[in-house]
């Protein structure tokens, strides 16, 4: 067994936090059967108590340990995209942590795809002797711009957490697609990299229902669910691609020092203007994302704007995440 993996085992069953890589971004981990290492999570990040976690398992093998009731269609999901950037809400079990849940009747459950991870979840279980759980919100101080790096961790967290794995930059860099399966009708409440579209064609429906339709049945909180959320200090303006070159100019014109993020060729150039090139394809704008808020944010600039993505299915988990960014920027820590 690996040495690292090793004292993250112990430091976890010691009621420690341990920030571990996933494909998505990296998680400040805790024994999520214990209240007082899950207390932990809630004080280092500054998160509300009435927010959820996600448990992570070591494989779908282990659902039932934490949720009942499980529909044929979510174990469906899960063959197909477990491990992976996946996230159900389902029907707890008795024993699940009101701390987990946010005091509701519905836990979130997935399967990490990082190998790091799988590894620590599967000793972790071991050794503990039940079946392994991780609470893994975002190691990030609540709010903030998610960490895909150690160093990121790192600058977040510092002493708050005992240790950080590192396993390296993560793949996919923003967090998983969150699916409810607490009602009948199976709902996207947060997406992510695996979109409606590809969950529809396993479920073997035409469309999946979003959070806005089925309005009349009650949707349970998940994470990542606030309106300002994933945000950089500095104010960010989300903006029409046609209307980028205007607003760019009356921000210039303001006096004010600029940062840009754009798919589009460089349209101006002028002191204290400072472009950042985007990628074109969403996956690969969904990996550089956070990564790049993080520069954007250390720039000095007084005004980030983010050209607007095209609002088709691919794209809407950036979409999701940058309006998020936009409505919690500009805020102080102690906001």
């Not at 992510?192 to 429906?205: C, E, F, K, S």
Request: negative net charge; contains cysteine.
């Amino acid at each position: 067994m690996n040495e690292e993996i090793a004292r993250a085992v112990a430091l976890l069953r010691a009621g420690e936090l341990v920030a571990i890589p996933t494909e998505t971004v990296y998680g400040l981990a805790a024994d999520a059967t214990n209240p007082d290492a899950v207390a932990k999570i809630f004080v280092a990040k500054g998160r509300p108590a009435d927010h959820p976690l996600i448990v992570h398992l070591p494989d779908a093998q282990a659902l039932d340990a934490w949720a009942r009731d499980v529909p044929a269609a979510a174990r469906q999901l899960a063959s197909a995209f477990w491990p992976g950037p996946l996230t159900l809400i389902l029907k707890r079990q008795p024993h699940v942590l009101d701390a987990v849940t946010g005091g509701q009747d519905t836990v979130g459950l997935r399967v990490p795809n990082h190998p790091l991870a799988l590894a620590l979840l599967r000793e972790f279980g071991n050794r503990a002797g039940h079946v392994a759980g991780l609470a893994a919100p975002s190691a990030n101080r609540y709010g903030r711009i998610s960490p895909t790096s150690v160093t990121d961790v790192r600058a977040e967290l510092g002493a708050k957490v005992s240790l950080v794995l590192d396993g390296g930059a993560c793949a996919v860099g923003i967090e998983s697609t969150i699916i409810d399966f607490s009602c009948a009708v199976p709902r996207v409440l947060r997406p992510g990299a695996i979109t409606a579209v590809a969950i529809a064609r396993v479920l073997g429906v035409a469309a999946l229902a979003g959070k806005a339709e089925h309005a009349d049945i009650a949707t349970p909180r998940v994470a990542g669910s606030d309106t300002a959320h994933y945000a950089p200090q500095t104010p960010l303006r989300l903006v029409d691609r046609n209307q980028l070159a205007g607003a760019i100019k009356d921000a210039l014109a303001a006096g004010l020092r600029l940062a840009v993020l754009a798919r589009s060729v460089k349209v101006i150039a002028a002191p204290g203007l400072a472009w950042h090139a985007a990628a074109s394809e969403a996956g690969a704008y969904a990996h550089d994302l956070y990564a790049q808020l993080r520069v954007l944010d250390a720039a000095g600039s007084d005004l980030i704007l983010v050209e607007a993505p095209p609002m088709t299915d691919e794209w809407l988990a950036v979409i999701d995440r940058l309006q998020r960014a936009a409505c919690g920027s500009g805020e102080s820590d102690e906001t």
